[in-house]
């Protein structure tokens, strides 16, 4: 006695997979990578009286001529995110900005790659969908608002690569002296 046809197995299997895809899955709140840490506010270094005045206290420019090199590539690493991702689920996510972004998907992954100047591994998980401003994100997302960029998720490995409008703009600023990010390390033109 047959139960199932060929063609009611392929219906049910399609129906489970739909069920399971859609339904909201657990996510493990506090997984994801955390952000680089805030720099302390763009401020205007105090005065030095000349008694008082130390290397440690007072920037010089030679102090910042040292610096410029790996600030500069800092915020070059700064611009762009690309990673390797594994897990279970679904997910595609076309964006010109958070503003203009399409995408759904739904998935638990351990991500593997770049984000800014920080390689490592960390947890993503996602459950989103729609249209621009229109649409709904929930879980631990790692996306820059300004990104330009796109996110694929199939079954079990994804890719994710973008670039940081806001990034490109602090490099080129930073070039000229103005660190409008507060990421350089060592005294800036301005201290």
């Not at 299997?13 to 909201?24: D, E, F, G, Q």
């Not at 700064?78 to 503003?99: K, P, Q, S």
């Not at 998935?107 to 709904?136: A, D, P, Q």
Request: charged letters at 15%; one cysteine or more.
């Amino acid at each position: 006695m047959k139960v199932f046809t060929t063609t009611g197995k392929v219906l049910a299997s399609l129906a489970v997979a739909a069920a399971l895809t859609v339904l909201p899955m657990p996510s493990m709140a506090g997984g994801e990578m955390p952000s680089r840490p805030c720099p302390p506010p763009c401020a205007p270094a105090p005065a030095c009286a000349p008694a008082s005045c130390s290397p440690a206290h007072c920037p010089s420019w030679f102090d910042f001529i040292l610096y410029y090199p790996l600030n500069r590539v800092n915020d070059v690493l700064d611009i762009f995110r690309l990673n390797v991702g594994f897990g279970y689920g679904f997910g595609i996510n076309l964006r010109a900005t958070e503003l203009l972004e399409v995408g759904i998907g739904q998935y638990e992954s351990i991500r593997f790659g770049m984000k800014g100047r920080v390689l490592g591994t960390y947890e993503e998980n996602i459950c989103e969908g729609g249209v621009g401003f229109l649409g709904w994100v929930g879980g631990c997302l790692q996306r820059d608002p300004s990104e330009v960029g796109a996110d694929i998720h199939l079954g079990i490995v994804g890719v994710q690569a973008a670039v940081s409008l806001v990034e490109v703009v602090d490099a080129v600023t930073s070039i000229f002296g103005l660190d409008i990010q507060c990421d350089d390390l060592g005294p800036t033109l301005w201290d």
